[in-house]
């Protein structure tokens, strides 16, 4: 008969092995979860800068640098060319209308009025020669007239004595024959100078007419370089301050150069650069305020300048009201731009943060302070104090605002 084995009780070594590799995949585990060396990192926490997020109202403005300028400038540009003969005012003098602010010479300019005085001269002499010749042909015209018409009559009066006889046949009609041709042609004759009197009138008159036209065009020319001439001497087209003059004796100035500028100081606007991240908040329009020696001034956007240099586009501001008294050209202020009325939001203190992340995330830290992890949120609008934050944070919590930098990819940083 078979004889029953049994089993025997009690851990056998097998069950060592299977219960130890159990442990180590446990406890593998356990550290990739928990301990993720690839995005945990330790810092020191007080090289952090940590900001708490608070309710309160959010004042929509920027700051921003502005440059007084004048409230107009007038560019001055040479109407002639010409070396510089004399500066009569100096830059931050004030000018009124018309006063002279430099010479210039040009001489090649005093050559050609020359010709053109001598070209003048000479055709005022034609126009004289051809009205003398005009008056003595017309007087010759007019005698040729004159005794053509005489021999006419004489023609005319012999003709019908002669007519009169041959019908009494008291003269041979050879005689009378004689007499009627010598009358008619002493008509033709007449009319023939009548017509050339006529003819050589109209001519006369058609040339004078000519020469008073080109008289007239030339002392119109003439007229013109007299101007360039005066052109020569720079004038300040306004009242205000001389600003640039870019002149100094003997230097050779190009026409149309721009050489000075006059600036209308009956008032001021302040220029200012703004982000371009702002280009389509920034309207005319909007106020602003600065102070200055503890008084506040308010100031106007007045104008918008399209273009977008360098990340940044031009504005043009004018006071509201007051001005400071001592106020120059060239003077800085600091303003705030009013871009919107406050509101009532969640805010989080500006930081170095925002370069890293563009506002898409941020390290909150943990109720117990002993480590921050990485959430994502959403930034709105942003003032030189403070993020407006539409979601992923609460009131009260506590975000890390410095540098991120120095973290790379973590999502959790331990802090000691």
């Known amino acids: 008969m078979d004889t029953k084995i049994e089993k025997k009780k009690g851990i056998k070594p097998k069950h060592i092995v299977i219960g130890s590799l159990v442990l180590v995949f446990l406890y593998f585990l356990g550290y990739l979860i928990f301990n993720d060396s690839g995005s945990t990192l330790k810092v020191e926490k007080d090289k952090l800068t940590i900001s708490t997020t608070i309710n309160d109202k959010f004042n929509d403005y920027i700051s921003i640098s502005g440059l007084v300028k004048p409230i107009s ?56 020669q051809t009205q003398i010749n005009f008056e003595s042909k017309r007087i010759g015209g007019q005698k040729s007239l004159l005794e053509s018409e005489f021999q006419l009559k004489k023609a005319k009066r012999k003709f019908e004595q002669n007519q009169a006889l041959y019908k009494e046949e008291l003269i041979a009609g050879e ?8 009358y008619e042609l002493a008509q033709k004759n007449h009319e023939v100078n009548k017509f050339q009197v006529k003819q050589d009138s109209l001519l006369s008159t058609g040339s004078i007419k000519e020469l008073v036209n080109d008289l007239a065009r030339m002392k119109q020319t003439l007229s013109m370089a007299y101007e360039r001439i005066e052109n020569l001497n720079v004038k300040a087209p306004i009242d205000g301050q001389l600003g640039m003059l870019d002149a100094e004796i003997g230097k050779q100035i190009g026409r149309g150069q721009s050489i000075a500028q006059v600036n209308v100081l009956t008032d001021f606007k302040i220029e200012s650069m703004a982000d371009e ?25 007045k104008k918008v300048y ?23 050209t060239g003077q800085n202020y600091y303003i705030k731009l009013q871009l919107g009325t406050p509101t009532e939001a969640l805010l989080l203190p500006r930081g170095a943060f925002f370069q890293s992340t563009g506002g898409q995330w941020v390290y909150v830290v943990d109720a117990s302070g002993e480590f921050a992890t990485k959430r994502s949120v959403k930034i709105g609008k942003q003032n030189p104090q403070y993020y407006e934050v539409l979601e992923g944070l609460q009131e009260g919590e506590q975000v890390i605002t410095s540098g991120y930098d120095a973290f790379g990819e973590s999502d959790r940083l331990i802090l000691k």
């Open 73 to 128: 400038t007038v560019y001055l540009d040479a109407y002639e060319g010409g070396r510089v003969l004399q500066i009569l005012i100096e830059e931050g003098n004030m000018v009124k209308k018309g006063d002279v602010i430099l010479k210039l010479e040009n001489r090649e300019l005093y050559g050609q009025i020359l010709n053109s005085e001598t070209n003048l001269a000479l055709k005022q002499n034609d126009l004289r």
């Open 175 to 182: 005689e009378f024959l004689q007499a009627e041709e010598s």
């Open 277 to 301: 991240h702002y280009i389509d908040r920034i309207k005319r329009g909007l106020t602003g305020s600065f102070e200055r020696g503890n008084t506040a001034y308010d100031v106007n956007l």
């Open 306 to 328: 399209p273009e977008v240099r360098e990340g940044k586009f031009k504005i043009d501001m004018v006071f509201a009201g007051d001005k400071p008294n001592n106020i120059r």
